[in-house]
């Protein structure tokens, strides 16, 4: 079971964690933890179904093929091109469910119609008449050869599964076939994947689908486990109906300058990886788009001015140059504990950095080990300011004065309650008011 976390309004938890609020002033060994880390699924037509499986880039350009059966630069895998822009480590989840291909000697690994193009040729060893040298092609390209004296002897390889039952015979090449991919994904797959997602650490979930019913799943999934669990992400969604700093909506649509049929909302998968792949003090206001997609940016001034109010994460063209119009997030609805400053996304990872650090630092070194007395509290207190004179090093926060950290013994003998007071995130220049006064 996980360590509780979360929001608090008091303090009454019963799991032992760290629950943690961030707000904003009404207005009249502490290290930092790195970014890159994204969670999406794909609908593809090769690799695992039914688990959430890390792919890092240097994998994904490296191993593409055996991961997700075709190479780098292949049509299908410009969602994958898309995320790793910027993205290091992405959580994958293949979405449906389909039929493995099959032949007399071995399965494919994965079910997808790409075991359709794999096949078995089995040749007599020309050292060791007694012997086979069992090949397995990809598009008619060799990935593995076994040299066995029976099928018993054979080990699976990245794309198939043998048989050990078989009986070997000289065959020039034995097609595997009835490879399928799922015909229609459901919410339930979209359900599967939130579910066992639970269980991973990451700072952008992205959510690919286009029905509303889907994409307020994704919604309240983030909301509950922000709130409730305290795993601290950003959702990015495709026209999402949200008032939450946890949410980013994006709505340029996309084409491709090659590839058809490419998916009207394939930007977000950029968007995901780019804000997993942001620094913490740094900001993707005025960002280029690297893509590979074209993006509708065919807006007036006045158009741009609108979304901008209505909480949307717009690109825009600058001089031919496609271009993030503003780092925010969907956050509609302000008050006095949540100002102005949480529609800012640098605001968001700034603050999900802290919670998250404070969290690892507090459950991996504290929870069950340090006395709550006045040492063990201030232990505690000296590895949050830490935490923050990191922040303060990169530029992330600035004028931080440790005493504005109180770290002080909560309700009951078990509980600590810890407080930063006003606290000053830096935000990158946006806006430029300028006055030539000419004598």
């Given amino acids: 079971m996980a360590l509780g976390g979360g929001n608090w309004l008091t303090q009454n938890k019963v799991l032992p964690g760290s629950y943690i609020n961030f707000s904003s002033v009404a207005k009249a060994s502490a290290t930092l933890s790195d970014r890159g880390y994204a969670a999406a699924p794909f609908v593809l037509s090769w690799g695992p179904e039914g688990e959430v499986f890390p792919v890092t880039s240097g994998e994904f350009q490296k191993n593409s093929k055996a991961i997700f059966g075709y190479g ?177 909506g994006v709505w340029n649509t996309a084409t491709h300058a090659t590839i058809a049929n490419v998916d009207t909302q394939a930007v977000v998968y950029w968007t995901t990886g780019a804000h997993a792949g942001v620094a913490v003090n740094k900001s993707l206001t005025n960002a280029k788009y690297d893509g590979e997609l074209i993006l509708d940016t065919e807006y007036t001034q006045a158009a741009l001015e609108a979304a901008l109010k209505a909480g949307k994460f717009m690109f825009h063209n600058v001089n031919g140059v496609t271009r993030v119009l503003e780092d925010i997030n969907t956050l509609l609805t302000l008050s006095d504990t949540k100002g102005e400053v949480f529609q800012s996304n640098q605001t968001i990872r700034v603050c ?66 810890l407080t930063i007071n006003g606290l000053n995130i830096i935000n990158a220049m946006a806006q430029l008011y300028m006055s030539v006064i000419i004598q």
């Avoid at 269980?199 to 999934?221: D, I």
């Avoid at 007395?373 to 004065?401: C, H, M, P, T, Y």
Wanted: aromatic share 10%; glycine share 6%.
């Fill in 72 to 248: 780098y630069d292949h049509p299908k895998l410009l969602a994958l091109r898309e995320i790793f822009q910027h993205a290091t480590t992405v959580y994958c989840w293949r979405l449906g469910n389909g039929e493995k291909a099959s032949c007399t000697y071995a399965d494919a690994k994965y079910p997808g119609v790409r075991g359709n193009d794999l096949s078995i040729v089995i040749a007599s060893n020309v050292d060791d008449t007694s012997a086979w040298d069992v090949s397995t092609y990809l598009d008619g390209q060799c990935v593995d050869t076994q040299t066995v004296k029976a099928a018993t002897d054979l080990v699976a390889n990245d794309y198939v599964v043998f048989k050990t039952s078989a009986t070997l015979e000289a065959t020039a090449g034995t097609k595997l076939t009835g490879g399928a991919d799922d015909a229609a994904v459901t919410g339930e797959d979209h359900q599967a994947f939130l579910d066992k997602l639970e269980a991973y650490a990451f700072n952008t979930l992205c959510c690919p689908a286009t029905e509303s019913t889907v994409v307020n799943l994704y919604v309240k999934y983030t909301q509950r486990m922000r709130d409730e669990v305290g795993a601290k992400f950003q959702l990015v969604a495709w026209k999402p109906s949200a008032d939450y700093e946890g949410v980013i």
């Fill in 352 to 417: 999900d950095q802290i919670a998250n650090d404070t969290a690892v630092l507090f459950n991996t070194r504290y929870v069950g080990t340090v006395p709550n007395d006045a040492s063990g509290r201030a232990s505690l207190w000296g590895d949050v300011v830490k935490l923050i004179q990191e922040l303060e090093k990169i530029r992330a926060v600035e004028n931080f004065d440790p005493d504005t950290v109180t770290c002080e013994q909560g309700d009951k003998k078990k509980a600590v309650l």
